[in-house]
């Protein structure tokens, strides 16, 4: 097996508790820092979290590889705001050895913030920012850092005179961070291993001006931040940069979202060292000119690829038939045999005006349907466009689908109703007479249809989102036509009204039947959520949805048909209420450091049960050999270990036939147990290895970096 090359150590400082991590502190030092040095009423202002690594010492970017990013906790006075930090170009840190270890930054840094201060400020006074940063240093161990920082600025009514010892450094983070350009045009294509970026000048006079040691920086762990990747040019500007995808990259994804950097610049004069890029992912060439009005964001924009034909052809199906089913709606329903009746009245019972009636009506449900996906269409060019994968990646997708999926379902089972007094919108309309009679039924159809059935235009929903225009538009017609078919059909056969099954209770046993896959979905969102979210989060998430549900109970229980004005009013605040209480408390919170913190655990040859004293003194009992890994997801040198050690053949032998029993005592969240437990031996950190014996007190020690041998030779 190839000996892959190890990456840094990672350690867990708990500096309030443990004197041995105490000196780690000193290895960066972080301060609050303004770019002015005063600040005015109502207007945006920059500060900086100022680092100052020690030699050989880094922290992370925002997508770090291996590691945690910086993060900044606020306490700002009433009426103060912040924005996010925005991270300067990285760089590629690397070990001793060479091996690539992650994406971040040394020596002096300043990480930008905006912040908005209230207009009714007074000039004259002072006011006090503070923030609590946490963040992972690493040298050849990582230790977490942690400071509450402090900046005093007073108020003025004059325009600000830059900070004397900050302002000039923090305007030129600010100028320099990695933003679009239109003078560079990238492409980017896909095989099944790697990324092809092409970049190319688009103005002439960048085509005099060779960037050097051009580098990717993934934002979203698409592409393998530890692989080597290897950059071409042409002579004249034009660079190919192929870059490894991740193992478990998805095939769906669309976008390549991220940074190029280059240590000469991507501008004539040598600035920008960090191009931001947003390019369409395709098999197929597929350019994008990279816009310098704003800095693209991930995840927007774009077209996605689209999906293979056969799975287009199943959602065009479950649409037509998600269609077909508005008719059976209570509020639909009724209206199908009389309508059919009244296009052969109007008509005068010719055939030929009878279908042109049907058509007509078929019309106005599928304007109203394109005037959907079109509204649709315009909110995602200037918004977000999400693919189904990525949209579920995100815990506050899943959060507010879940909520959308349980007030429906809540709807279907009668707890609460919507759209009944749309029957009654548009009666001028339905009673017109000719043509525009026919065409403004359809219309109202929908418009019927789509508040009474909501439910079942939430998968047209998610698609408009997850597809193209063009596929969005085609779903959306496959549902007006599921929708007007009966009509047409009827409209040409007016003999089969006869034939439909009459309206009566069965209706509304079918609608809140149809509930519970409703309700499955939310069960099954709820799950995902419970593996994005950390204990107490997703808690939060369950009585944020319990809070949801009863704000829909209250307004059905306080706003049925019939209820007095004052009644109604009571209900329709309490929904609000409880809704945005519901919201509020239930929202997840980012999972992104815990996502970018994971790897592979180790080989699936080895059962490791839960660490703990009792565990370990029962198994001590039974004279097994008893092997404990003090571990955490975000420590780099412990997932090394695992994949360097437990994917041998030799070890996995050795530890089945001596029996061994495997403990897992895992530190990726705070445990005091394993804390204290470290601290025993006079530990502070992970990787921690150790192999209790029969007949001996003490366990056997290992080093920090393992090798296969060195678990063998202790073993003996």
């Known amino acids: 097996m190839k000996l892959p090359r190890f990456f840094s150590l990672c350690v867990l400082g708990l500096a309030s508790l443990l004197p041995l991590s105490r000196a780690a502190e000193s290895h960066v030092k972080a301060s609050l820092v303004a770019a002015d040095a005063s600040l005015q009423p109502g207007k945006p202002f920059t500060v900086a979290l100022r680092f100052e690594h020690e030699p050989h010492w880094h922290t992370y970017w925002s997508n770090p590889g291996t590691g945690l990013p910086t993060s900044l906790a606020w306490h700002l006075p009433p009426g103060f705001s912040a924005g996010e930090i925005q991270w300067p170009a990285p760089h590629l840190l690397k070990d001793n050895s060479g091996g690539i270890i992650g994406n971040g930054y040394e020596a002096e840094l300043f990480l930008p913030v905006t912040i908005t201060p209230p207009a009714d400020l007074k000039p004259g006074t002072t006011v006090e920012l503070s923030a609590d940063a946490d963040w992972l240093m690493c040298e050849e161990i990582c230790v977490p850092g942690k400071a509450t920082v402090k900046l005093s600025l007073p108020v003025a009514a004059a325009a600000p005179a830059p900070d004397a010892a900050w302002g000039e450094k923090i305007r030129a983070t600010v100028a320099g961070l990695p933003r679009a350009d239109s003078g560079w045009t990238v492409t980017a294509t896909r095989d099944a291993k790697n990324v092809t970026i092409t970049v190319s000048p688009g103005l002439a006079e960048q085509r005099d001006h060779l960037p050097k040691n051009v580098y990717f920086f993934s934002d979203d762990n698409l592409t393998a931040y530890d692989q080597p990747q290897t950059a071409t040019d042409d002579g004249r500007g034009h660079y190919t940069v192929t870059v490894p995808l991740t193992t478990d990259a998805p095939k769906n994804a669309t976008k390549l979202l991220g940074v190029l950097t280059s240590e000469s610049g991507w501008l004539a004069n040598g600035s920008l060292r960090g191009l931001r890029v947003e390019a369409p992912l395709t098999a197929s060439t597929a350019a994008v000119t990279v816009s310098p009005l704003a800095t693209p964001k991930p995840g927007v924009g774009g077209s996605p690829t689209p999906p293979p034909a056969s799975g287009l052809g199943g959602t065009l199906l479950l649409a037509l038939v998600g269609g077909m089913i508005l008719n059976l709606m209570p509020c639909v329903f009724p209206v199908l045999g009389i309508k059919i009746l009244g296009f052969v009245n109007q008509s005068g019972h010719e055939r030929g005006k009878v279908i042109s009636h049907g058509l007509m009506f078929a019309l106005g449900v599928l304007l109203s349907f394109w005037t959907l996906a079109g509204v649709l269409a315009i909110l995602r060019a200037g918004g977000s466009h999400l693919g189904w994968g990525f949209q579920l990646q995100s815990p506050a997708f899943v959060f507010v689908l879940a909520a959308a999926m349980l007030v429906f379902g809540m709807n279907m089972s009668g707890v609460f109703e919507i759209g009944l007094s749309a029957t009654s919108v548009g009666g001028e309309l339905q009673t017109k007479s000719g043509l525009a009679g026919s065409f403004f039924t359809g219309v109202l159809a929908t418009v019927v249809a789509t508040p009474c059935s909501a439910p079942f235009l939430a998968p047209a929903l998610g698609a408009a989102l997850a597809l193209s225009t063009l596929e969005s538009f085609a779903i959306f017609t496959a549902i007006a036509i599921g929708l007007s078919l009966p009509y047409l059909l009827l409209s040409i056969f007016p003999a089969a009204v006869k034939l439909l099954p009459r309206p ?49 109970w209250v307004y059905g229980r306080w706003n049925a048909p019939g209820a007095s004005t004052g009644r109604a ?63 955490a997801r975000w420590c780099a040198t412990c997932q090394a270990n695992k994949k360097l050690v437990f994917h041998n053949d030799e070890v996995l032998k050795r530890f089945h036939a001596l029996n061994i029993a495997t403990l897992r005592g895992d530190w990726t969240n705070q445990d005091p147990a394993i804390t204290a437990e470290l601290a025993k031996y006079q530990r502070s950190a992970v990787p921690f290895n150790l192999i209790w014996k029969p007949g001996q007190d003490a366990p056997t020690t290992l080093p920090e970096l393992l090798t296969p041998g060195i678990v063998l030779n202790a073993l003996k």
């Open 504 to 552: 009566g209770a069965w209706m509304e046993t079918f609608k809140q039947f149809m509930a519970f896959p409703l309700y499955a979905t939310v069960g099954y969102l709820i799950w995902v959520l419970a593996g994005q979210t950390g204990d107490e989060t997703f808690q939060n998430v369950l009585f944020g949805l319990v809070l949801i549900a009863m704000g829909v």
């Open 569 to 631: 009013r009571f209900g329709v605040i309490g929904l609000l209420v409880l809704l945005a209480a519901g919201v509020w408390l239930g929202w997840p919170q980012n999972a992104a450091a815990k996502s970018a913190a994971a790897s592979a655990s180790g080989a699936p040859e080895v059962v490791w049960e839960k660490w703990s004293l009792e565990t370990v003194a029962k198994l001590r009992a039974e004279n097994r050999i008893v092997y404990v890994d003090f571990t």
